[in-house]
């Protein structure tokens, strides 16, 4: 029988792997059985791009004439690594965002090619993208001043209670002119209006031809529910928060019982 979905995109962190940071046996076999029938893969995070790819190579994504998108979608490679897609944030919100969380712990952390920099407002959470990715962070006294060029987002660091305020401060400030959301519950995204990981799948299935139907899509997080929702089948990890799973067709197991696995034996 031919296989209705030609395309499966998944996140990574608490999505592809499990809580331990690992891909599970069962995960990796069911996903790699998956191209061997033909079906190419998408990893999308709100990482930058190389801090995805590894992800691509383990799954031999890349090979099997896959795709990989970073920065929520703001970044979409093919096989090749070539950009078939890109946007960027206009650096003058920096300014206006920065007054908004100057009074608190918050980290303002943006991104140039593989560099990231932050201010000097370091708390708990300030290095976990670039301990995870093995990139190092570098320290700015005024990054307001600093930061001259379009940046891809601008991500927020800190404690959860607090990024909440922050949020509807931000919302109130910005409106619509931008759009904002959690990746993570101590990362607070500001991203370019309309710009999320549902876009960059539509960027991958123009390429490769296909429509939105034959897409299934995994995701944990709020800025996951753009992609469930774009999918034929949006899957919310069991771990996931309730208002994603509200958004999808199916939730799965969690990301510790090889949730993206025991999916796609059901659907495939």
């Known amino acids: ?12 962190d608490d999505t ?7 891909i599970t046996p069962k995960t990796r076999n069911c996903l790699l059985n998956a191209q061997s029938a033909g079906i190419k893969l998408c990893v999308a995070s709100g990482r930058l791009p190389y801090g995805v ?11 099997n004439g896959g795709y990989y998108m970073g920065f929520n979608g703001g970044a979409v490679l093919d096989s090749n690594s070539n950009l078939i897609g890109t946007t960027f944030l206009d650096s003058k919100y920096i300014e206006p965002v ?15 090619g593989d560099v990231i920099y932050a ?15 093995g990139l190092p962070l570098n320290l700015v006294d005024d990054i307001v001043e600093f930061v001259d060029w379009e ?14 305020e922050t949020e509807k401060a931000l919302i109130k400030k910005f409106g619509y002119e931008v759009d904002i959301y959690f990746s993570a519950p101590w990362f607070l995204e500001v991203m370019p209006k ?25 995701g944990d997080n709020y800025n996951d529910i753009p992609m469930l929702k774009k999918a034929g089948l949006g899957v919310a990890m069991g771990n996931a928060d309730e208002k994603v799973k509200a958004s999808a067709d199916y939730v799965t197991d969690t990301c510790d019982l090889d949730g993206i696995a025991k999916a796609l034996n059901k659907f495939l």
């Open 53 to 63: 790819k590894p992800y691509a190579e383990e799954l031999d994504v890349l090979n």
């Open 1 to 12: 029988m031919r296989n209705k979905y030609k395309l499966i995109a998944f996140d990574i």
């Open 119 to 133: 201010d000097k407002k370091v708390n708990a959470y300030t290095h976990i993208e670039p301990d995870v990715i």
């Open 194 to 218: 309309g710009i999320n990981k549902g876009i960059g799948i539509e960027i991958v299935c123009r390429d490769m031809g296909i429509d939105l139907s034959e897409v299934i899509a995994f």
């Open 151 to 164: 940046i891809p987002k601008i991500l927020l660091c800190g404690e959860p209670d607090e990024l909440k």
């Open 98 to 112: 920065y007054e908004v969380i100057r009074p608190t712990n918050i980290t303002t952390i943006v991104h140039k």
């Open 16 to 22: 592809l792997l499990n809580s331990e940071k690992l």
